[in-house]
């Protein structure tokens, strides 16, 4: 995997994790304007999406599905930068797993 | 990639589900974990019949394929986000880890996609990874 298809996926991926959150935030009625949060979460949400699409048509399924781990990965460094979540033991060792496992796919 | 996010919304158990095979909460997360994998292989196909720009898959949509992923990926949400309402959420995410495992055999089976020793353990850290993070990251997603 080049360099760049790999900053791609990070992309997608953190596309992906934000929607979640912005869709998180507009269900659960807190304060801000919930059609904004519904329309970013849209827009990040699709922008993931397509580039995923895009990265489908260039690498086998088996070969780019288990990038997806680095999902969990985007979301952990989000919480603990945003909410200066405290990076357990646990939280080390699968995020090291996941990415030990996602250089060994890529090498292969 | 069951929508994590939405999972810590849903209020906790309460009630019983409807009688029925159907609509027992571990049948409708066993369909959501398939009918993921299932969105995985459609969007494969169709980003392989269709994909001709560079980076952006916007010309997927020329493909039934990706509409057809698109609507398993809705109904996947679906029967997911009904599921949570019944079964325990540490229970949920562990079977959850599930499509890191059917997606591979999908792409296999279906895709005839080849499989080497490398690829197949770099899956099995993958999935380690993502069981050992399940519980902790439940908590952490909470106050995202």
Known sequence: ?????????LVSES????????FKHAMSGREGNTGLKLTAGVVVKALGFFLWVGLLSKFDLSYLYPFDGLNRVVLMFAASIFLKEKMTLNLWVGVGL?????????RS | MPEVAEA???PPAIGKPRKGLFFNPYTQIGLSIVLEAATEVFLKKGAHDSVTQIW???????SGW???GIIAMVTSLF???YSLKYVPLNIAFNLAGLVQVLVPIASWLILGERIGLTRACGIALVL???YTVARPLMKVEEKL
């Open chain 2, 56 to 62: 952006l898959g916007f010309d997927g949509l020329r």
């Open chain 1, 15 to 22: 596309c992906s994790a934000a929607g979640q959150i912005f």
């Open chain 2, 8 to 10: 810590s919304n849903e």
């Open chain 2, 128 to 130: 380690a990874g993502v």
């Open chain 1, 98 to 106: 996941i990415c030990a496992g996602v250089l060994l796919v890529s």
């Open chain 2, 66 to 68: 990706v509409w057809l």
């Open chain 1, 1 to 9: 995997m080049t360099p760049l298809a790999f900053i791609l996926v």
């Open chain 2, 79 to 81: 029967s997911w986000l």
